[in-house]
């Protein structure tokens, strides 16, 4: 059975600040991937980073970065210098097609 | 690249009807999956689908069904409607990296 937690339905960010955004996550696999994905208000979902169970440092790409802690079954996002446009719901996923319930993110300006 | 296409986009049908959704991959993709979502809930797997053959299920009851043709292209049916199964339905195709690719969705309401 795969269980993904994001316990934070909604998130506020001022413009170019730092957030971070809540995933734990349950799989008995001994070998998973971790996904996050976004999803603007115009409803495409687009991948943004993964991470795989066995890789020794934790993912990045660009502005995204993915906090993995394997222990604590947790695989946060973090978002560096929030910017409008990063204003989405955030997916977190477990083995390709297990997904968390979301967190709503806002950007003020 | 064309990306993947879901059709239609939008559709209403009444309770106790059933009803069709297609999907077509980004070609060379042979893993098409779906999936239903509603507020709150986020994206809840249906199946998937590899070379025509049903690979992983979600838990959804069996009045939701789907299958895949040997072009890769997919479809999924429900039958017997309920007013529950409102939603935005989502197809993705995926190629070896695990990436899903997603449609932008099938909007069924339930009347």
């Known amino acids: 059975a795969q269980k993904i937690t994001q316990t934070q339905p909604g998130m506020f960010v001022q413009e170019k600040e730092a957030v971070t955004l809540d995933c734990t996550y349950d799989t008995s696999d001994p070998s998973y991937g971790l996904f996050w994905y976004k999803q603007p208000s115009s409803g495409e979902m687009i991948f943004l980073i993964y991470?795989?169970?066995?890789?020794?440092q934790n993912a990045t790409e660009g502005r995204y970065s993915l906090n993995f802690q394997k222990a604590r079954k947790s695989a946060n996002l973090v978002i560096s210098a929030s910017q409008l446009g990063d204003s989405a719901m955030y997916f977190c996923a477990a083995n390709q097609f297990y997904f968390g319930t979301g967190t709503s993110l806002t950007v003020i300006p | 690249k064309a990306g993947v296409t879901q059709t239609p986009r939008y559709l209403i049908k009444t309770r106790g009807q059933q009803v069709t959704l297609s999907c077509s991959p980004i070609s060379g993709h042979r893993s098409v999956s779906w999936y239903q979502q509603t507020p709150g809930q986020g994206l809840q797997f249906l199946f998937e689908?590899?070379?025509?053959?049903?690979?992983n299920k979600g838990n959804f009851p069996g009045r939701f069904s789907g299958r895949q043709f040997s072009n890769s292209r997919s479809e999924m049916n429900v039958s017997t409607l309920e007013l529950g199964d409102s939603a935005l339905y989502l197809c993705?195709?995926?190629?070896?990296?695990?990436?899903?690719?997603f449609g932008e969705g099938s909007r069924l309401t339930v009347l």
């Open positions: 689908y590899f070379s025509e053959t049903q690979r």
């Open positions: 993705a195709s995926t190629d070896d990296t695990g990436e899903l690719f």
């Open positions: 991470q795989g169970s066995y890789d020794q």
